[in-house]
């Protein structure tokens, strides 16, 4: 008799959201635990609940409990709710210390997750390339360093047992001395990685370089697709990209520029994680140009876009020109809205629809504009003899004027002041350069 078939694949986790709204705290329009909500579908769990139109439990609170953060009433009221639905953890919008995940999954009797717990676990999932697992894997092991005591309390005091007496390490101390261990070899292991990644960095520095920075889910990876044809995993999760790619960009001048899109930005970014990320976002943002992409027709479009300048003004250094990329533009209800996004005055603004590809030759024509300005307008005259380097020429160049005479042609073009440089180490002898206007913004990279 033929077996019947049966589903065999993991049930998801049914999770209960809460967390304690502070004072000081922004809350989305949509929600205080929108965001969260989000990110426990983007870890593969499910959010359960009674009201359908709401994430989980909120409490509002001047300070925080020492011993659990939420209060004793609410303490109460979210261990009913956890009998109530057969819950299999609970995801607490906040960060906890270890004593308060002890102590509420004694009251709860069911495992406790923090903000920081659930990122990193998002982040295991979708690391791709070796430097990303290591990465993680070194967040994940300086977030587990001081929350050891509580799984191992049952091996903590073994000196009074028959045949422990004397010198020697409890099982505690031991798993601290191999975890410090590990962090340094994370953290030597990720050096000689950034030390070759590096390398090819320098080898790509003659090339103009464009980075895509932006909250999660803002459409960076659509927008990457739509410029580029890259045809990367482009998703509506948070955090569907966690890898830095590049490719190459065509602009329709014919000119080529390197595209780099990163990891997106969250607000309460875990510290320990984006310190672990910070070479990969260095090297990511050390471009010529920041496109900054935010979701325009976002709720909190404007809190998600001050989110990013907050983590890039303090965790990375910035020194390029910066382009606001609104994004999502077919998405949005009430298009007077964009006009009166309040941008400071510091950014130059383009609306577009990475997936519709409105606003996208707009795009083309301001980075365009950004390239003019690193570039001299210089006359070349090389002789006719020369095919392949009036060939490799026009490839690098935006040619203004061309005129054939005889024994040579002349080039009157705009040529970026770094690949000025390399033409004629090149073909010295071979071109005959006369610079007509130095360009406006010279090359100078920020170590």
Known sequence: MSKQPFENERPKERVLLCGVVFPDQEVE?????????????????????????????????????????????????????????????????????????????????????????????????????????????????????????????????????????????????????????????????????????????????????????????????????????AGVLAEDLLFATLDTRTRRWQLKDGRTVLLSDTVGFLKRLPHHLVASFHATLEEALGVDLLLHVVDAAHPDALGQMHAVREVLAREVRVHCPQLLVLNKADALTDPVRVPTFDLDGEEEVVLVSARSGKGLDDLDARVAEQLDRRCARVRLVISNAEGSLIARVKRTVVVEEERWENDRVELVARVPDRELGNLEREAKGRIQVEVLEPPAQPYARVD
Request: overall charge positive; some cysteine; hydrophobic content about 40%.
């Open 29 to 229: 329009d949509a929600g205080p635990l929108t965001e969260a909500a989000g990110l426990v579908v983007a870890a593969g769990s499910e959010v359960v609940g009674d009201d359908p139109h709401a994430h989980g439990v909120v409490q509002n609170r001047a300070k925080a409990v020492p011993a659990t953060l939420f209060g004793a009433g609410k303490v109460e009221e979210i261990a009913e709710a956890c009998k109530a639905l057969k819950v299999d953890a609970v995801v607490v919008d906040n960060d906890l210390t270890p004593a308060q995940v002890r102590n509420l999954e004694k009251a709860w009797c069911t495992r406790v997750v923090d903000r920081s717990e659930l990122i990193l676990d998002i982040f295991a999932r979708r690391a791709q390339t070796k430097q990303a697992r290591l990465q993680v894997e070194l967040a994940q092991t300086e977030y587990l360093m001081p929350r050891l005591r509580r799984m191992w309390t049952h091996l903590e005091r073994m000196e009074g047992a028959i045949g422990t007496r004397g010198p020697g390490e409890t099982q505690l101390e031991t798993d601290r001395r191999l975890i410090k261990k590990r962090i340094l070899d994370l953290k030597r292991e990720l050096k000689e990685i950034e030390r070759r990644r590096r390398r090819q960095t320098m080898s790509r520095s003659e090339q103009f370089t464009v980075g895509l920075v932006g909250y999660t889910n803002a459409g960076k990876s659509t927008l990457l697709n739509a410029l580029t044809g």
